[in-house]
């Protein structure tokens, strides 16, 4: 028991795979009420049903049962949740930004992404030093790509570590972080990524920064212009995400196989990295 315990408090686990010592880490936040996670009107609610609870409910099933003829009396703990599709680490869907994608054809739901896009190699870029709600442009972009020596592949996976991630379940969290422009978007999208990702609550700039400049400009083309990016060439973004800072800037693989739920715009991940030791 003290083994698992141990291993839910880590953030990533070792274990052997193929003779090489492999580092799992979780990237994915916990599904938690009672945190600030998400604007007041999305807050997940969640109702724990004790084993006592359970065991009322096996006695209905099986005519003539008692509770105190179970073990201890205890039945099956089970949980209740009313959430979102967008309630933690999650992958928005392309229909989530727009009804369409690659200039005209109906966006996919989260059913229909290809599951190949999900699994991959991944790359980090660290905007943990762009001020709370500013927007990253192609040329940030440009230049961590340049500083940590990596140039784009189809498919890699890019993961953006933003100073939000540092403040999730904290009241400032739907403030903090920077976000992903329109031309930063379509930086990564005209290289061949088809999933990114980001720490923050939103892959676009937080909606109060934006709000602001939506107020000094009345452009509402910056309204959520890197998800509307999809509107040009369809992509996924996981969004919630953590741990990114454990992450190096290449060298890892990433899974964020989504929940596959009929005609969503989102699906829940437990989005994780691979690391070979050997190579980091």
Same mark, same amino acid.
């Given at each position: 028991m003290q083994i698992i315990d141990n291993i839910v408090k880590m953030p990533f686990v070792k274990s052997i795979r193929g003779g090489r010592l492999v580092r799992v880490i979780d990237l994915s936040v916990c599904l938690e009420a009672g945190i600030a996670s998400d604007p007041p009107a999305m807050l997940p609610e969640i109702e724990y049903r004790p084993h006592s609870a359970g065991a009322e409910e096996f006695v209905g099933m099986f005519p003539g049962l008692r509770p105190e003829d179970l073990p201890e009396g205890q039945g099956a703990a089970i949980e209740w949740l009313r959430v979102t599709t967008h309630n933690g680490t999650h992958i928005d869907a392309p229909w989530h930004f727009h009804s369409t994608m690659n200039g005209g054809e109906r966006a996919w739901t989260i059913d229909e992404v290809p599951l190949e896009w999900c699994i991959g190699?991944?790359?980090?870029?660290?905007?943990?030093?762009? %001020?709370?709600?500013?927007?990253?442009? =192609?040329?940030?972009?440009a230049a961590e790509l340049e500083r940590i020596g990596h140039e784009l592949q189809p498919f890699d996976i890019v993961l953006i570590n933003t100073a939000a991630g540092a403040a999730y379940g904290t009241p400032r969290y739907l403030a903090s972080g920077c976000g992903m422009g329109r031309e930063a978007t379509l930086y990564l999208l005209e290289r061949g990524v088809r999933v990114c990702g980001t720490d923050g609550w939103s892959w676009d =700039?937080?909606? &109060? =920064?934006?709000?602001?400049?939506?107020?000094?400009?009345?452009?509402?083309?910056i309204i959520w212009e890197g998800h509307k990016a999809s509107r040009e060439i369809g992509y996924c973004h996981i969004e919630?995400?953590?741990?990114?800072?454990?992450?190096? %800037?290449? &060298?890892?693989?990433?899974?964020?196989? %989504?929940?596959?739920?009929?005609? =969503?715009?989102?699906?829940?991940?437990r989005a994780v990295a691979f690391l070979d030791d050997a190579a980091n």
């Open positions: 190699h991944g790359v980090k870029l660290d905007f943990r030093n762009l %001020p709370d709600g500013a927007l990253a442009t =192609a040329k940030d972009v =700039a937080p909606f &109060g =920064a934006t709000a602001r400049s939506f107020a000094e400009t009345s452009d509402p083309s919630k995400l953590c741990n990114l800072e454990l992450l190096p %800037p290449t &060298g890892f693989r990433v899974s964020c196989l %989504p929940v596959k739920i009929k005609g =969503a715009s989102a699906g829940w991940t």
